[in-house]
C-alpha cells in the first residue's frame, strides 16, 4: 500500500495538522470529550496521532477509526483554537481515506448511493414509510405541551412517535416527528411572487430547502416563503433541488457529495436569482463553504466560491431586508410567551452567524427573549445521533438543563437536525417546552 497517500493528495489537512500545537484549548471545550474523557477522541489526540504516523496513516486510522467517528464537526475546536486549526478538514480528509480503504456500510452506502442521490426516489420510498408510520405507537406519557400556539404551527409542535424497540438500529426508544403526509414540494409552486402591497422590491431569492423541511417539517418552509412574501420578496423553490450532500461529505463519501453538489449548483443557478436562501443552518454551512472542499480544480473551487457569495441564512436576510431601518417583524406567539434560542453549530460556528438571529428575537420578544446559559452543541451532529445515540443523549443532558433554567415557553432554532435532536431530548426528560423555526414564530408587520 503506498504511504500517506490521503497526506499527499489533501495537502490543506496536512497544513492544519502542522498548525495545532497542542495546547489543550479543545480538551475544554469538546463535547465529545467531556463525556468520553479519551485523549484520541479530541482534536489535540487526534492531530498528534496522525502527525507522528505520517508513513502509516491508512494502517492507523483503521484501527483507531472510533476516535475518527466519534466527532460531531461542530466546529467548537477551531473556534477556541488559537492557531485556528480547521479541525473540521482533518476529520473529513480521515474519513474520505477510511472510506477509500474499507468502503461504506452497507446502511449508509444504501442511503448515499440510492435515497439521497435521487429526490424523486427518496420521495418514494418516505412517502410509503408514511403509509406505515400509523403502526408507530405515539409517545406515552408526553408532558402537557399546554402554551396555546396559532393553528398554522399548532400541528407541528408536538406531534412525535416512539420508535420501537425491533428498529433499535435506528436508535431504539428514540421520538421523531412524523414524516409528512404531505411534502413541502407538494405544498408550495415553484414561482411564489410577493404581495402586491410590497412588490417594488424587485429581489429574486431561490429557496433551497433541505431533506428534513421537505419530508418532516414542511410548515418550515411554508412559512420561511410567506414571510419573504411579505417583505416583498419574489421565492423561486425548484423542484430538482436535492440533498445538499453535507452528511455525505462529512462520512467520507467525497464522490456522491460532489455529484449532489454539481447538480444543485446548476438547478439554483439556473433560476437567475439574486440570492440563495436556507432555513437550515446544516444546508446552509454545505453551500457556504462545504462545496468548495469538493471541488477538482481551480475552475470548480471558482464557481463554488462565487456561488457561495449569494448564498444567506434566512436570519441573515430577514435582518438585510430591513435596510438599517427598525426590523419591521412582530410575534404570532400568544401575549406573553417567553421564548428561549438555541445556537445551531453550523449556524453560530461554521457560518458565523449568531447576532442576526438573535437581533430579530429581541426586537421582537422585548424582555421576553430569555438567553439559555449552555450555548453549546446539542449533540445531534447529523447521523451522529443515529450511531453514538447514547453518547448523543449524554451531550444533550446539559442543554436541557439549560433550557430548563430559562422558564421559556418555546426554544426556537434555525436548523431542522437541532430541532428533532432538542424535540426527543425534551420529551426523554418531560419538558413542556414547545420547539419551532424563527421563521414559524414572526411575521411582517
Known amino acids: 500500500m503506498e504511504p500517506a497517500i490521503w497526506i499527499q493528495e489533501l495537502t490543506d489537512a496536512r497544513q492544519e495538522i502542522e498548525k495545532c500545537i497542542g495546547c ?44 475518527f467517528d466519534k466527532c460531531l464537526v461542530c466546529g467548537t475546536c477551531t473556534t477556541v483554537c488559537p492557531q485556528g486549526v480547521r479541525n473540521d478538514k482533518i476529520i473529513t480528509a480521515a474519513r474520505e481515506e477510511l472510506v477509500r480503504l474499507n468502503g461504506l456500510p452497507t446502511g449508509k452506502s444504501l442511503v448515499f448511493h440510492h435515497l439521497l442521490s435521487s429526490r424523486k426516489t427518496m420521495s418514494a420510498v418516505l412517502r410509503a414509510a408514511g403509509r406505515l408510520q400509523w403502526l408507530l405507537p405515539q409517545a406515552s406519557g408526553s408532558p402537557d405541551r399546554s402554551v396555546a400556539l396559532p393553528e398554522r404551527v399548532a400541528g407541528r409542535a408536538g406531534a412525535i412517535r416512539h420508535i420501537p424497540l425491533f428498529l433499535k438500529g435506528l436508535g431504539g426508544g428514540r421520538t421523531l416527528p412524523p414524516l409528512a ?38 410548515n418550515v418552509g411554508v412559512s420561511l416563503v410567506r414571510l419573504l412574501n411579505q417583505m416583498g420578496v419574489e421565492v423561486v423553490f425548484p ?168 422558564n421559556a415557553d418555546v426554544v426556537i432554532n434555525t436548523c431542522p437536525g437541532c430541532m428533532i435532536q432538542l424535540v426527543d431530548n425534551m420529551e426523554r426528560n418531560g419538558l413542556p417546552q414547545k420547539v419551532l423555526h424563527l421563521v414559524e414564530v414572526i411575521e411582517a408587520e
Not at 42 to 50: I, K
Not at 185 to 212: D, H, Q, T, W
Request: glycine share 8%; proline share 4%.
Open 181 to 218: 403526509g404531505v411534502f413541502l414540494s407538494e405544498m408550495l409552486p415553484v414561482i411564489n411572487p410577493p404581495l402586491r402591497r410590497v412588490a417594488n422590491r424587485k429581489l429574486r431569492v431561490a429557496y433551497f430547502s433541505g431533506c428534513s423541511t421537505e419530508f418532516n417539517l414542511p
Open 24 to 67: 489543550g484549548n479543545c480538551l475544554l471545550y469538546c463535547p465529545v470529550y467531556a463525556q468520553e474523557r479519551r485523549e484520541d477522541c479530541v482534536a489535540r489526540g487526534r492531530n498528534r496521532l496522525l502527525r507522528g504516523s505520517a508513513d502509516n496513516v491508512p494502517e492507523l486510522l483503521s484501527r483507531i477509526r472510533d476516535a
Open 239 to 406: 423542484r430538482e433541488q436535492g440533498c445538499c450532500g453535507l452528511a455525505v461529505y462529512l462520512n467520507g463519501d467525497v464522490e456522491t457529495a460532489r455529484k449532489l453538489a454539481a447538480h444543485n449548483l446548476q438547478v439554483l443557478s439556473a433560476t437567475g436569482a439574486d440570492i440563495v436562501v436556507t432555513g437550515c443552518a446544516t444546508c446552509g454551512s454545505a453551500l457556504k463553504e462545504g462545496w468548495q472542499g469538493l471541488a477538482r480544480d481551480d475552475m470548480e473551487r471558482a464557481a463554488f466560491r462565487s456561488f457561495a457569495g449569494r448564498v444567506k441564512d434566512v436570519s441573515e436576510l430577514l435582518v438585510d431586508l430591513a435596510e438599517f431601518k427598525p426590523l419591521p417583524y412582530r410575534s404570532i406567539l400568544p401575549a406573553g410567551c417567553r421564548v428561549t434560542y438555541h445556537d445551531p453549530c453550523h449556524l453560530a460556528r461554521h457560518q458565523g452567524v449568531a447576532e442576526q438571529p438573535r437581533a430579530v428575537l429581541r426586537h421582537v420578544f422585548k424582555d421576553r427573549f430569555v438567553e439559555m446559559d449552555d450555548n453549546g452543541c446539542c449533540g445531534c451532529g447529523g447521523s451522529f445521533n443515529l450511531t453514538h445515540y447514547e453518547l448523543s443523549k449524554s451531550m444533550a443532558k446539559n442543554k436541557m438543563e439549560s433550557i430548563a433554567r430559562t
